[in-house]
Structures are given as C-alpha cells and as structure tokens.
Nanobody
Framework: QVQLVESGGGLVQSGGSLRLSCTASGRLFSIRSMGWYRQAPGQQRDLVAHFTRGGSTNYADSVKGRFSISRDKADNTVYLRMNSLRPEDTAVYYC???????????WGQGTQVTVSS
C-alpha cells in the first residue's frame, strides 16, 4: 500500500503562482511513476505532469513552460510549481502513483486550485 498526502492548493488570481506538495509513504520501492493529475467539474481526470520510474518527466501540452514538477527523494515528496496560472487551470489536483508489481493506482485526497480572472 502507498499513501499520498497533498497540500498547497488555494485561490489565486490569474497570472499568479502556487506550489503543490505530495508526500508518499508505505511501500515505495515498486512505484513506477508519480505525479499530478487534475479534474475540472464535469471533465475527466487528466495528466498534468509526472516522473517516470527512470526519472524522466512528462507534461500536458497545456502546462508546458508554466508548470514544473520536481522531487525530493529523501522526503519522498513530489512538488508541482505552477506559474502564470489561468482560470482554465481551475480544478481539483490529485497526486498519483502506480505500482509496477501490482499495477495498482494510488491517489491522494485531492487539493482544490481556483484561479480567478
């Protein structure tokens, strides 16, 4: 089992910045990827950014150049720095990890990000 605890969401004006944090605990040795998804009202949950097991990163086209994912391996924490926020970035942001052995997906509780125009 893997537990994911997020923090850092909130309300920000268009053009502002936020940083989200996600700390993982539990059985971490078999995690294949870890990162962030988001879900706006009435929309599907989509990838924002993540680390692969090999350490490379992937970003959604809509956030490239504005968002940056980083991690602190010592603390098992992944961060999402979000700059130049836009109203369309408003969503619940979920931390995600998947297990390479079981194939299981793990999700955090979600943190709301609201960008006002």
């Amino acid at each position: 089992q893997v537990q994911l605890v997020e923090s850092g969401g909130g309300l920000v004006q268009s053009g502002g910045s936020l940083r989200l944090s996600c700390t993982a605990s539990g059985r971490l040795f078999s995690i294949r990827s870890m990162g962030w998804y988001r879900q706006a009202p009435g929309q599907q949950r989509d990838l924002v950014a993540h680390f692969t097991r090999g350490g490379s990163t992937n970003y959604a086209d809509s956030v490239k150049g504005r968002f940056s994912i980083s991690r602190d391996k010592a603390d098992n924490t992944v961060y999402l720095r979000m700059n130049s926020l836009r109203p369309e970035d408003t969503a619940v942001y979920y931390c995600h990890a998947d297990d390479s052995l079981s194939g299981e997906d793990y999700w955090g509780q979600g943190t709301q990000v609201t960008v006002s125009s």
